[in-house]
T-cell receptor, first 111, second 114 residues
Framework: GIQVEQSPPDLILQEGANSTLRCNFS?????LQWFHQNPWGQLINLFY???GTKQNGRLSATTVATERYSLLYISSSQTTDSGVYFC?????????????FGRGTQLTVWP | DAGVTQSPTHLIKTRGQQVTLRCSPK?????VSWYQQALGQGPQFIFQ???????QRGNFPDRFSGHQFPNYSSELNVNALLLGDSALYLC?????????????FGSGTQLSVL
């Protein structure tokens, strides 16, 4: 299966700071999603972004499929942004529901 | 509109026992996928069900089996539990026909094997 690497593994910020999370993947993909996992384990879908750029409030994401990476930007971070951010991809032989996840970036935002 | 619901939320079993976890997909979704998330790791795909059949399977032994019912709800069964099966088990749903690209996850079942 596809290998997914996320960096950095841990990130500690003060409220109001900006951050960039990176996801590298090892092969062509037909699906790329970013998730936020809260402290209670709930995975929330942030973006479906196999290519291009999308924005949703303080969050935005860019995927450069030809170079096999995606970036998640968080601006003006808040304490509620804390949690683990996962990048997950689907390869061309898989159905939609089969995703390969990275190990995540643990984000901690201090007041 | 209810999201993906899973039960139970927590479960404690001993080695060698069998366990059944349950999932109801988001309204309008007909495809259910199961994932295992060990502590400190990303979720790993177990298998997917559509039209009551297993469509794809990840690298998990036959001790892991599943079922999908006509109302699209699903069960995950694990036999002969091992200590290493302790994990958060997540269910996700999507609508295959309409091609809804996002996966929606439940809150998971935390399984502890002692």
């Amino acid at each position: 299966g596809i290998q997914v690497e996320q960096s950095p593994p841990d990130l500690i910020l003060q409220e109001g700071a900006n951050s960039t999370l990176r996801c590298n993947f090892s092969d062509s993909v037909n699906n790329l999603q970013w998730f936020h996992q809260n402290p209670w384990g709930q995975l929330i879908n942030l973006f479906y972004i196999p290519s291009g750029t999308k924005q949703n409030g303080r969050l935005s994401a860019t995927t450069v499929a030809t170079e096999r990476y995606s970036l998640l930007y968080i601006s003006s971070s808040q304490t509620t942004d804390s949690g683990v951010y996962f990048c997950a991809v689907g390869d061309r032989g898989s159905t939609l529901g089969r995703l390969y996840f990275g190990r995540g970036t643990q984000l901690t935002v201090w007041p | 509109d209810a999201g993906v619901t899973q039960s139970p939320t927590h479960l404690i079993k001993t080695r060698g026992q069998q366990v059944t976890l349950r999932c109801s997909p988001k309204s309008g979704h007909d495809t259910v996928s199961w994932y295992q998330q060990a502590l400190g790791q990303g979720p790993q795909f177990i298998f997917q069900y559509y039209e009551e059949e297993e469509r794809q399977r990840g690298n998990f032994p036959d001790r892991f089996s599943g079922h999908q019912f006509p109302n699209y709800s699903s069960e995950l069964n694990v036999n002969a539990l091992l200590l290493g099966d302790s994990a958060l088990y997540l269910c996700a749903s999507n609508h295959r026909v309409l091609g809804i690209e996002k996966l929606f996850f439940g809150s998971g079942t935390q399984l502890s094997v002692l």
